[in-house]
C-alpha cells in the first residue's frame, strides 16, 4: 500500500509543545531531538501533561545545524524563557521516565527558575545524557535492543490522519492532530491502515511497526488551552470501539523504530509504502 508522508512532528521536551518540520533526520532513538528533554521535579521524577495540562502551552523552538550545534529556546504564554545549547552538558543527575532510572545533564538555575515560577513548583529541565542508555521493551522489538530516550517508550509514534478523521466523525467535531502527538503523520490511507501494517518503507529507510500505543488521558487536554475536556473526549469515544484487552487499554496509534537507513533524512510529501 503506497502512502505519503503528511507530518513530521517533534517534541524537544517530553509533553511540552511538539514542533512540525518539513524534513526530519532518523537517528537510532527516533527523530533527531525528538524528547531529548525533559521536566523533573526534585526527586528527579519526569512530569508530563498527566501531572500538569499547562505544560501544553509551553513552546520550544530549535537553531541547531546537522553538527547538533545550535540551542533550543523555550516560551510560555508570559513571554520568552532560557536559551540552552543542544549539546549542554551540566551537572550529571539521575532521573526517572517511567520504571527506568537514566543519567541527564540538568540544565541549569534559569530553566529551572522559569519553570517553577510559572508552575507554581520546583521543577528542572533536564538533557538526556547521550552517554547513557535506555532500551525499548525488547518483547516488542523481536530481541534488538532499540534505543530510545524520553519518549514513554519507543522511538517514534505513527499515525495516519484518517484515524484521526474517523475518530473525529465519532466524536462530533474537529481534532487537531497535537492532541495525539505523532511523530509521523501518514496520508493517503484508509483509516487505521496502520493497525494492519508491519513495516514502512521508503528509499533506504525501513520502520518496524511495533506495540500498539495505548492512551491517557493526555488526549482529552486542549493543547492551545492546556485545559481537560469535561466530557472525557476523545478518550471516552475510544474506549467504545478501540479497547485493547491485551494491553488493557484504549490504542491509537503504532509504535515503530527503524531496522534500516538511519542517518536519512525524511521529508514531508515522501511516499512510502505500508507493507
Not at 475518530?167 to 481534532?175: D, K, P, Q
Not at 483509516?191 to 511495533?210: C, F, P, S
Amino acid at each position: 500500500m503506497t502512502a505519503v508522508i503528511g507530518g513530521l512532528y517533534i517534541y524537544p521536551v517530553k509533553s511540552a509543545a511538539g514542533i512540525s518540520l518539513d524534513t526530519a533526520r532518523l537517528e537510532p532513538y527516533g527523530l533527531q531531538h525528538d524528547r531529548e528533554w525533559m521536566i523533573v521535579d526534585p526527586a528527579g521524577r519526569f512530569i508530563t501533561q498527566r501531572d500538569e495540562g499547562r505544560l501544553a502551552l509551553l513552546r520550544t523552538a530549535l537553531d541547531s545545524t546537522t553538527s547538533g550545534a545550535g540551542t533550543l529556546r523555550l516560551s510560555n504564554p508570559q513571554g520568552a524563557g532560557p536559551v540552552v545549547a543542544l549539546a549542554h552538558e551540566g551537572k550529571r543527575v539521575s532521573v526517572q521516565v517511567w520504571g527506568a532510572r537514566c543519567d541527564a545533564f540538568d540544565a541549569g538555575t534559569e530553566a529551572a527558575d522559569f519553570l517553577s515560577e510559572w508552575l507554581g513548583r520546583p521543577l528542572r529541565l533536564v538533557r538526556f545524557d547521550p552517554a547513557g542508555r535506555r532500551l525499548s521493551n525488547q518483547d516488542w522489538t523481536a530481541g534488538r535492543e532499540v534505543p530510545t530516550l524520553f519518549t514513554d517508550g519507543y522511538p517514534m509514534l505513527v499515525l495516519s490522519r484518517a484515524s484521526i478523521e474517523d475518530l473525529a466523525a465519532r466524536v462530533g467535531h474537529a481534532l487537531p492532530v497535537e492532541r495525539f502527538r505523532p511523530n509521523l503523520l501518514i496520508d493517503g490511507v484508509t483509516a487505521y491502515a496502520e493497525d494492519d501494517a508491519n513495516r514502512l518503507k521508503t528509499g533506504g529507510v525501513e520502520l518496524a511497526l511495533t506495540k500498539a500505543c495505548t492512551r491517557c488521558v493526555i488526549t482529552t487536554i486542549d493543547q492551545d488551552t492546556g485545559a481537560r475536556h469535561a466530557g472525557e473526549e476523545p478518550l471516552a469515544t475510544l474506549k467504545r470501539y478501540r479497547y485493547n484487552s491485551e494491553l488493557r487499554g484504549v490504542v491509537f496509534a503504532r509504535n515503530a523504530y527503524a531496522i534500516e537507513g538511519v542517518g536519512a533524512i525524511l521529508a514531508r510529501g515522501q511516499e512510502l509504502s505500508l507493507e
